[in-house]
């Protein structure tokens, strides 16, 4: 399972376009991804306390290319990769869309949801 997590407000303006884009699509050429596993270390980093975010399920098989692994910005000190795509995010390639609130910290968690 691929996850990527956005502001609300941005996965509503691609539901009315029929594509999303993150900013790092135009920035760095991608758009970050994780597994249910290591998604809460990146929203931590780069999203720490925000309230407004949701978490976009999307279904490998329908997305326009495939994801590549490769080492997170800044690398994981482990060794840990993490699926980035390189194109923009058909709504129909995402098959869910959850909201995802941090900890009181500030800090988020592996989604229990998702992960059992």
Not at 77 to 83: K, V
Request: hydrophobic share 40%; proline share 14%.
């Amino acid at each position: 399972m691929i996850l990527h997590f956005c502001p609300r407000a941005e996965w509503d303006a691609a539901l009315a376009s029929g594509v999303y884009r993150a900013d790092s699509l135009e920035t760095q050429g991608f758009i970050h991804c994780s597994t249910p596993e290591q998604v809460h270390i990146p929203a931590t980093f780069l999203a720490r306390g925000r309230t407004d975010l949701v978490l976009l399920v999307l279904e490998e098989a329908l997305l326009p290319v495939p994801v590549v692994w490769e080492d997170g910005d800044p690398p994981d000190p482990g060794g840990m990769q993490f699926p980035h795509l390189y194109a923009p995010i058909p709504v129909e390639a995402v098959s869910g869309v959850h909201p995802w609130t941090p900890e009181p910290d500030g800090s988020f968690s592996p989604p229990r949801f998702l992960t059992g």
